[in-house]
């Protein structure tokens, strides 16, 4: 417990100081972050059986994880990251075509499903801090995720009585799930009613609805990514993703709730502020 703590609490101060100074901070940790939880999925999902060496599939994810890194970067046109996305799936398949039958069609959609769901999805934190007061904004997605992940444990350590996954995932109930919600938006309200008594004059009196809101809809969707996550381990037989993180295990293992909360949030933070 003690092992998780502080490694938690060290999670925390790296991502405040990337969130806090955005830019190339923000982008270098969220790409690191992406590689890590890229690797970690295709060994999971068996697109690297019990080689040492990366696959040639998984070295065409690899730099196409690069690549659309470099165009988000670069450019805020989608159209470029759509190609770099395209081209991506497109060298994944020419690979298995020109190794036939080295690679099974099931390893080649792991590979694609793996890059567009920790890389791609993730990428939209980067994106969220580089909108118009992002700054603020980004820090609803871990409000929503892990804002969540916490109060649902508490309202379901107390309340709980209704499993909300017995197969999946027996230790969750609807109470918590419901809970977390309620938590999350809670969460949000304070945090925008916060910032107003600081005197942030970019938080119109629209976020006091809105963070909220917000925060509500992503939590919704951070406990599917959670169960989705867990999913994939019950599938494939493993405990964690990986070692990387002490106490908590890999990548994914810590940030699989955060990975499909931080396109939701971009886009109704978009959508709900008029961005």
């Not at 100074?21 to 972050?33: D, K, P, Q, R, S």
């Not at 118009?132 to 892990?146: C, E, K, P």
């Not at 009585?161 to 977390?180: D, F």
């Not at 890999?250 to 109704?268: C, E, K, N």
Request: glycine content about 10%; proline content about 3%.
């Amino acid at each position: 417990m003690l092992t998780r703590l502080i490694s938690g609490i060290l999670l925390l101060i790296i991502l405040a100081f990337a969130m806090s100074n955005g830019g190339i901070v923000l982008y270098a940790l969220t790409l690191f972050i992406s590689l890590v939880g890229f690797s970690e999925l295709v060994k999971a999902t068996n697109v690297r059986k019990e080689e040492k060496k990366p696959s040639g599939i998984e070295i065409v994810g690899y730099l196409g994880i690069v690549a659309y890194y470099i165009v988000r970067y670069l450019s805020d046109s989608d159209t470029y990251a759509m190609l770099a996305i395209i081209l991506t799936i497109m060298g994944m398949m020419l690979v298995y075509v020109l190794t036939f039958p080295k690679f099974h069609a099931q390893q080649v959609m792991s590979a694609g499903f793996s890059f567009l769901y920790c890389p791609v999805l993730l990428s939209y934190i980067y994106m969220t801090r580089n909108l118009t007061h992002g700054i603020f904004l980004v820090w609803l997605i871990f409000s929503a995720s892990w804002g969540c992940d916490t109060c649902a444990y508490a309202f379901g350590k107390l309340l709980g009585k209704h499993k909300l996954a017995p197969v999946l995932s027996p230790k969750k109930s609807i109470e918590g799930a419901v809970g977390g919600v309620a938590g999350a938006a809670l969460i949000g309200f304070l945090y925008a009613w916060g910032l107003q008594k600081a005197g942030v004059t970019a938080i119109s009196d629209d976020a006091i609805w809105a963070f909220p809101l917000i925060s509500g809809v992503g939590a919704v969707l951070s406990q599917l990514g959670d169960l989705a996550a867990s999913g994939i381990k019950r599938d494939h037989n493993i405990k964690d993703y990986g070692k990387l993180i002490p106490g908590h295990g890999g990548i994914m293992d810590r940030f699989d709730s955060v990975i499909v909360t931080a396109p939701l949030i971009y886009y109704l933070c978009i959508i709900l502020l008029e961005l």
